[in-house]
């Protein structure tokens, strides 16, 4: 399962292995290559192998399970995108993905087992199960049981096919041709991850001793509900509530308080209610937090929009883009209305006559007229892909001698430039824009220790190993040197177990 906000779109799961890797949290905002709604013309072909078979009746559909034959946790047609197994085109022989993001190595931690979902069902939550782990959808070319090249982890169970595009050939003794379920692509390092010996009954058992009688051991709070990852926060929740008959929550909020509350309140909510609660109250009183709904709505997926959508309604009646119309105004409100269709290319696929087509619409939109036409930057910039808009500003420098956040900064003003802006760097360095967050959640009198709350839970099991690195690189000290001169007590010490840094006084 992809944690919120990992910006995976979402397909049917194709393996039922029971040794599949961990899954990549919901939320790391990056989009996998090949997928089907391209504007871009496919590339041709290959001719079939001679020893391809038909696929029609080699795997009969089935319905959808997850590991340990549980039935998924919401109907397969409810969600607003497409559920279809989508055909791609061949891959490329190289590695899709850029070196800086190199799949990660097999890691030994056992997740708990899916039938007993830690999300609750009679609150409508929709766990985002995505593409990746589940299904990967890398095609082998194989004859027999050999073992092909490239980043596949042991052969997945899916659907036959003939020639197809993987990572390598194989040959063996016999003759096949099977999909490989590969491994899904993480963008970076998390700093939490799911704890390798997990007990949800100690553990409840434990946070139960800790806030029992008079006074609060916080250390253990920290120890426990800082060190799990989000899906294992919510069985440890359920079993306190079975165990104790009271809400864990609730009883968080009643023995600490302050920012130390808030951090904790917001680590056990379900990743895609938070978000919710986060955009929420960015909306609600008088004005608007502009600044939350920009870092939200242009850093994730499609999918992970959708389900965003889905669950803002069931939580507080109302449908999310009608509230952001309502919120904003001008080309800002046109900007998040474009977002919120979540109409993104996905596909990953590049075409460098569209990538120079677009460049010079751009320059003809902005910097070579009187004005600007700003439904040009809000169309090319809210639905191509991450990897087409990579080359549209490669052309656009190539054509100008400048970065398009430069353009944009000349052009335009306000909240609709700083949208635009942070769709620019996370297209160009993620990391950097989310350590630029943290840098402005710290930088100056005060804290704002909402966004730095934010920043930190929902990258923590993300990339926040890559933030850090960025954050020191962009601003010459460490992330915990400037977590430490900003924060203090239990609130600290549980930042620094978050961020991967080891507590100090």
Request: hydrophobic share 30%.
């Amino acid at each position: 399962m992809y944690p919120f906000g990992s910006g995976m779109p979402s397909h049917p799961p194709t393996s039922t292995n029971h040794h599949e890797p961990p899954r990549a949290p919901f939320g790391a905002g990056w989009e996998p290559p090949m997928q089907q709604n391209s504007p871009y013309p496919p590339p041709s072909q290959p001719h079939p192998h001679p020893h391809s078979q038909p696929t029609s009746h080699m795997h009969p559909q089935q319905h959808h399970q997850y590991p340990g034959g549980a039935p998924a946790p919401y109907p397969p047609m409810s969600a607003p995108y497409p559920s279809a197994v989508p055909s791609y085109p061949p891959y490329p022989n190289s590695n899709p993905y850029p070196a800086q993001y190199a799949p990660p190595s097999h890691t030994h931690y056992q997740q708990p087992p899916v039938a007993n979902s830690p999300y609750p069902t009679n609150r409508g939550y929709t766990p985002a199960m995505t593409a990746g782990y589940d299904a990967g959808y890398g095609y082998g070319n194989g004859q027999g049981q050999g073992q092909g090249h490239g980043h596949g982890h042991d052969h997945g169970h899916g659907y036959a096919h003939g020639q197809g595009y993987g990572h390598g050939q194989g040959h063996g003794n016999g003759q096949g041709h099977a999909h490989r379920s590969l491994p899904a692509h993480r963008e970076g390092t998390p700093t939490v991850v799911p704890a390798a010996i997990f007990d949800a009954v100690k553990d409840a058992h434990d946070l139960r001793k800790a806030m029992k009688g008079f006074g609060t051991d916080e250390d253990a709070l920290i120890n426990i509900i800082c060190r799990r990852s989000n899906e294992q926060r919510q069985e440890i929740q359920r079993q306190f509530k079975t165990h104790f008959g009271k809400d864990l929550i609730e009883d968080i909020k009643s023995e600490t308080s302050g920012n130390f509350e808030k951090l904790l309140v917001g680590l056990l909510r379900p990743i895609v209610d938070y978000y919710c609660a986060e955009l929420n109250d960015a909306m609600a009183g008088l004005g608007t937090d502009e600044e939350v709904l920009i870092e939200i709505l242009c850093t994730l997926s499609n999918m992970e929009i959708n389900t965003i959508k889905n669950q803002y309604l069931r939580l507080y009646g109302a449908h999310l883009e009608s509230e952001l119309k309502s919120e904003t105004s001008g080309n800002f409100k046109r900007l998040l209305t474009s977002l919120c269709t979540a109409a993104r290319d996905e596909s990953g696929r590049v075409d460098l006559v569209a990538a120079k087509n677009d460049a010079r619409e751009l320059l003809k939109a902005g910097e070579l007229r009187v004005g600007t036409d700003e439904s040009m930057f809000n169309m090319i910039l809210c639905q191509r892909n991450y990897q087409q808009l990579k080359l549209i500003f490669q052309e656009y420098e190539g054509m100008t001698g400048h970065s398009l956040e430069k353009a944009i900064k000349k052009e335009f003003s306000g909240d609709v430039m700083e949208g635009l802006i942070a769709i620019y760097r996370c297209v160009t360095n993620k990391a950097e824009y989310f350590a630029s967050r943290l840098h402005k959640a710290m930088a100056g009198i005060g804290t704002n220790d909402t966004q730095l709350i934010r920043v930190i839970i929902t990258r923590s099991e993300i990339d926040m190993t890559d933030i850090k690195v960025a954050f020191e690189r962009l601003y010459g000290k460490s992330l915990k040197s400037w977590i430490k001169g900003d924060t203090s007590g239990h609130y600290k010490h549980a930042l620094y177990a978050l961020v991967g840094e080891q507590r100090s006084s």
